[in-house]
């Protein structure tokens, strides 16, 4: 139920790669989110954190988050046009990086937008959509069946509840009907495997964007050009 924000995963992964150079080791990074990728692989600036400040921010969000994006458009044009009027979590973290800091959230580097020479070699597979959604339904239920709904009820019932990530990660945020006895299991494991098809399919919007990721079809090709680089 802690929070984990991108700043944090930036530093402990910059702890694990340096430890791993000490040991003379090679170090391949597998995954995920794009955005935290970026912050190892381009080596972001992150911006500091507020939390009694983002802590207000999200309050005033619930009923003023027009205002509160109209405010940050005045405060941070560039900013601003990057980010949906409707998205709550980044107009928040944008505000509490200005009011908190002083500088305007667009400072913090050229943006995701610049991709520049990286001494990481990137490769990436992408198997049809017809497969990835197959996978997708069979490994949501398979979580289903090992005890994802008591996880996520453990979450909730703790004394600090469900974590702001947590609260609005795609496969959790689902379940919170059925625990609140809202909707069926069923209704709610459809959500979340829609969900997770549509976040995909945004997750490789993003990292085709990137001209710098070698990409593949099968699996044994990525095998082969891994071999290739690490000799």
């Not at 500091?48 to 205002?67: F, I, K, Q, V």
């Not at 990057?82 to 709550?88: D, F, H, L, V």
């Not at 994802?148 to 019932?157: I, N, Q, T, W, Y």
Request: with cysteine; aromatic share 8%.
């Amino acid at each position: 139920s802690e929070s984990y924000s991108v700043a944090e995963f930036q530093r402990t992964a910059r702890e694990a790669l340096t430890d791993i150079a000490n040991r003379q080791k090679i170090a391949l990074l597998v995954g995920g989110t794009g955005l935290y990728g970026r912050a190892i692989i381009d080596n972001f600036t992150m911006p500091g954190e507020y939390p009694e400040l983002r802590a207000s921010l999200t309050a005033r969000a619930e009923t003023e988050l027009p205002t509160m994006f109209q405010e940050l458009a005045e405060r941070d044009p560039s900013a601003a046009e990057k980010i949906e009027p409707t998205n709550a979590r980044r107009v928040v973290r944008a505000l509490e990086v200005i009011l908190g800091s002083g500088e305007l959230f667009s400072s913090f580097g050229p943006g995701l937008q610049s991709y520049f020479d990286a001494d990481m070699p990137q490769v990436g597979i992408q198997p049809s959509l017809e497969a990835v959604d197959a996978a997708i339904d069979q490994r949501y239920r398979s979580w289903i069946e090992a005890g994802l709904v008591d996880e996520v009820r453990a979450l909730r019932d703790s004394p600090h509840g469900l974590s702001r990530t947590a609260a609005q990660a795609v496969g959790y945020k689902e379940l919170i009907p059925f625990l609140e006895g809202e909707s069926d299991l069923e209704s709610c494991v459809q959500a979340a495997t829609l969900a997770t098809r549509q976040l995909v399919r945004r997750q490789r919007a993003w990292f085709r964007r990137d001209p710098r990721i070698e990409w593949f079809e099968k699996a044994e090709e990525v095998t082969n050009r891994l071999s290739t680089l690490v000799g």
